[in-house]
């Protein structure tokens, strides 16, 4: 009889374990993904340590769950793509143009995101000021 007990327990185990195999619960990442939806107004724009928010003072950026779209983002903000975290840590972010955005603060009144960017976009002769860290601050 214990023998059969034992099994029987083995047997429930094995089917409890296996019934948690398919996941369909919330990811880590839905959190994150649930503060980044909606639209962003650019609060402050650092560029290699340099405020540039006046060069993007009518930035906005709409996050919906796989795309974005942007007004006003100059040559760093494409119009619109697609977006992806890089894991499940929701830390980075995988825009479709291949640049990886690093989610520094995401909360519900504040996103700041910052990526190294290697192109010249406010000018010529500027190019060593303009290459390097972006960092972005949205609001509400």
Sequence with gaps: MKG???TITLFLLVLVLAS????????DTDPVK?????TWRVQAVSVDNTDQ??????????????????TNGANVWPAS???????????????SDGVIMVVN????????LSFHWDNTTIGSGRAKSI??????????
């Design 4 to 6: 059969r007990k034992n």
């Design 20 to 27: 948690c195999g398919g996941d369909s619960g919330p990811s």
């Design 34 to 38: 649930g503060i980044l939806k909606g």
């Design 53 to 70: 928010t006046m060069l993007y003072n009518k930035l906005t950026l709409t996050f919906t769950d796989a795309n974005y779209t942007t």
């Design 81 to 95: 793509g697609g977006w992806t975290f890089t894991d499940a840590t929701a830390k980075t972010i995988l825009r």
């Design 105 to 112: 603060v995401a909360t519900e009144t504040e996103l700041v």
């Design 131 to 140: 290459e390097g860290p972006h960092v972005f601050t949205f609001g509400e």
